[in-house]
């Protein structure tokens, strides 16, 4: 049973940057692919970005491609998505996702594992 504990959230000028940080415990962090989600009110839930295992693979919504970086520390059982250049469009819940397949997390809603998610909002 893996655990994610999701923080970094706030509230940000258009423009700003804000860190997300994903905590894991249980289970083997560095055996997890990770991903990062959204949801903002009245909205489905998007793909933000993913990362292999080992980190040496990552994904990105076309959204985000430019602005967000997804990076893992195995060492430290910690994902992060560091977020630059924020519009109020990327407000949402933000939420951390594992799963043993790559294609699962790339794949939407299916990972096996989900933290409870934290608030970006973005003002203009």
């Known amino acids: 049973q893996v655990q994610l504990v999701e923080s970094g959230g706030g509230l940000v000028q258009a423009g700003g940057s804000l860190r997300l940080y994903c905590a894991a415990a249980g289970g083997t962090f560095s055996d997890y692919p990770m991903g990062w989600f959204r949801q903002a009110p009245g909205k489905e839930g998007e793909f933000v970005a993913a990362?292999?295992?080992?980190?040496?693979?990552?994904y990105y919504a076309d959204s985000v491609k430019g602005r967000f970086t997804i990076s893992r520390d195995n060492a430290k059982n910690t994902v992060y998505l560091q977020m630059n250049s924020l519009k109020p469009e990327d407000t949402a819940v933000y939420y951390c996702?594992?799963?043993?397949?790559?294609?699962?997390?790339?794949?939407?809603?299916?990972?096996?594992?989900w933290g409870q998610g934290t608030q970006v909002t973005v003002s203009s």
């Open positions: 990362i292999s295992w080992s980190g040496g693979n990552t």
């Open positions: 996702a594992a799963d043993l397949s790559l294609l699962t997390v790339v794949a939407g809603q299916f990972s096996e594992y």
